[in-house]
């Protein structure tokens, strides 16, 4: 049986506030930056830009990213756990639509990520990252897990106190 792969969500607030996606694929985290971060509502669309792969070493990162720097703000690991593909996630992400379902300490259940058409002069590639519909998934109007559930699974702190803490 293979090694499980990783899965994180970082809640970043860089030049807008947003969270980092990221599933463990060939040695690297493949991430995506979700505008309004993930939700547990089943079909709701949220918009996921592909971003650069980053080392497995940045997996847990949280802190400050220096001014000037990529990436400049603050970063909080909000997520954790495991994820499974349905299948082998290669070639499903190759052709634009990853199912997979999540193990993490806030996020489970399955999910999927849907790529979007190219729009004209788009910089990066978007996607879609859905809720299936499962046990685990909500219905519209019930608590937003972003709200409820706010803090670092690492350190228990948020944002505010992390930025705190640097300065």
């Known amino acids: 049986?293979?090694?499980p792969l990783a899965y994180r969500v970082q809640k970043h607030a860089a030049r807008s506030l947003h969270y980092d996606f990221r599933l463990e694929l060939?040695?690297?985290?493949?991430?995506?930056?979700?505008?309004?971060?993930?939700?547990l509502?089943?079909?709701?669309?949220?918009?996921?830009?592909?971003v650069d792969d980053h080392?497995?070493?940045?997996?847990?990162?949280?802190?400050?990213?220096?001014?000037?720097?990529?990436?400049?703000?603050?970063v909080l690991l909000w997520d954790r756990g495991t994820w499974e593909?349905?299948?082998?996630?290669?070639?499903?992400?190759?052709?634009?639509s990853l199912a997979f379902t999540l193990l993490g300490e806030k996020?489970?259940?399955?999910?999927?990520?849907?790529?979007?058409?190219p729009r004209p002069r788009e910089r990066h590639v978007s996607w879609l990252l859905l809720k299936s519909r499962d046990e685990i998934a909500r219905k519209p109007g019930e608590p937003d897990?972003?709200?409820?559930?706010?803090?670092?699974?690492?350190?228990?702190?948020?944002?505010?106190?992390?930025a705190a803490a640097a300065a």
């Open 1 to 3: 049986m293979p090694e």
């Open 26 to 39: 060939g040695g690297v985290l493949k991430s995506w930056a979700v505008t309004r971060g993930p939700s």
């Open 41 to 50: 509502v089943a079909g709701e669309r949220r918009l996921a830009v592909e």
């Open 55 to 74: 080392g497995l070493d940045y997996a847990d990162h949280e802190g400050v990213i220096a001014p000037g720097s990529y990436g400049a703000g603050v």
């Open 85 to 96: 593909p349905d299948g082998d996630p290669v070639p499903a992400l190759a052709a634009g």
């Open 107 to 117: 996020l489970t259940g399955r999910w999927r990520l849907t790529r979007m058409k």
């Open 145 to 162: 897990i972003l709200e409820a559930q706010p803090r670092s699974v690492l350190t228990g702190r948020t944002v505010e106190e992390i």
